[in-house]
């Protein structure tokens, strides 16, 4: 789980998406009681954009799961879609699924 969260190949299962969903709005909500607004504060910016890096990577991720493209999570609400969606069993043209 998170060998490689800034690459966009390979496969992730739902759980692995999930808590990376989890860390993204935890870790924005911190941000913003301790820091201020994002226009406010240049650490948190970064801190932002990093965030935003490691979502849209896992994200690519979970959509290759499920034999898409990582350009499907563009769609809005689809993360909701990637939440709930099982994942292709065995190998598709993105890989194996790497359940460690």
């Known amino acids: 789980m998170f060998q490689a969260p800034f690459y966009m190949g390979g496969r992730i ?4 998406y999930a808590i990376s969903f989890l860390i993204w709005i935890g870790v924005d909500v911190l941000c913003n009681i301790l820091l201020g607004s ?5 650490i948190y910016g970064i801190i932002s954009i990093v965030l935003f890096v490691f979502i849209i990577c896992q994200g690519a991720k979970r959509c290759h799961d499920i034999g898409k493209s990582g350009w499907w999570q563009t769609i809005p609400f689809y993360f909701i879609w990637l939440l709930i969606a099982k994942g292709n069993e065995g ?8 359940e460690d």
């Open 13 to 16: 299962a739902r759980l692995e």
């Open 38 to 42: 994002p226009g406010q504060n240049i």
């Open 91 to 98: 190998e598709n043209e993105y890989g194996v699924l790497d």
